[in-house]
């Protein structure tokens, strides 16, 4: 549920929509909370830092884009020294949209300066893909991280899913 963000966690905590009267007061107790605590045992999944120094190494460019906060994104990647050859980082308010809207992921690929139809959409979430599909980028889903009990990925309709970090690398051309 954690890939659902504050949204998704206080629905399954307290049963609470949006529109909810109490969920502003408990969103921003979340936040608060979240922000305190964020950096305590945060790391990337078991393969990540491999796949980037591989990325790193074949001089592939490489982004971030998440539906987080740059309130929390920005202090978070700051801290984690993976970060520190990310081409690009958006934040779920860097543009005037959020997953699944394919503004983020434009914006990334500007940033990096390629072509949207030459990037890999990597995601752990249907929205991810469903963003990828719009932005005009292949789309990989992966089969691990913050990934719902009830998560098909293979009913995401994604260009491929891999179950290791590693796995991607066939799917990008060679450089």
């Not at 120094?53 to 990647?77: C, H, I």
């Not at 500007?110 to 949207?116: A, F, L, N, T």
Request: net charge negative.
């Amino acid at each position: 549920m954690a890939g659902a963000g504050a949204r998704g966690m206080l629905g399954v905590a307290f049963g609470l929509r949006p529109e909810d009267a109490q969920f502003a007061e408990l969103r921003e107790e979340f936040f608060k909370t979240y922000e305190a605590l964020m950096f305590d045992g945060s790391v990337a999944f078991s393969g990540v830092d491999a796949l980037i120094a591989r990325l790193v190494d074949r001089r592939m460019p490489w982004g971030v884009v998440t539906n987080k906060s740059s309130r929390f994104t920005e202090p978070l990647t700051a801290s984690m020294p993976l970060f520190e050859t990310a081409a690009a980082i958006v934040s779920g308010d860097t543009t005037p949209h959020a997953k699944p809207h394919p503004a983020p992921l434009l914006e990334a690929a500007r940033r990096i300066g390629v072509d949207p139809a030459r990037c890999v959409y990597v995601g752990d979430d249907q929205r991810d893909i469903v963003a990828g599909k719009a932005a005009g980028m292949r789309t990989v889903a992966v089969a691990y991280g913050y990934l719902g009990a009830d998560a098909d990925v293979t009913q995401w309709q994604a260009d491929a899913v891999i179950s290791l970090p590693l796995d991607l690398l066939q799917w990008l051309p060679l450089a």
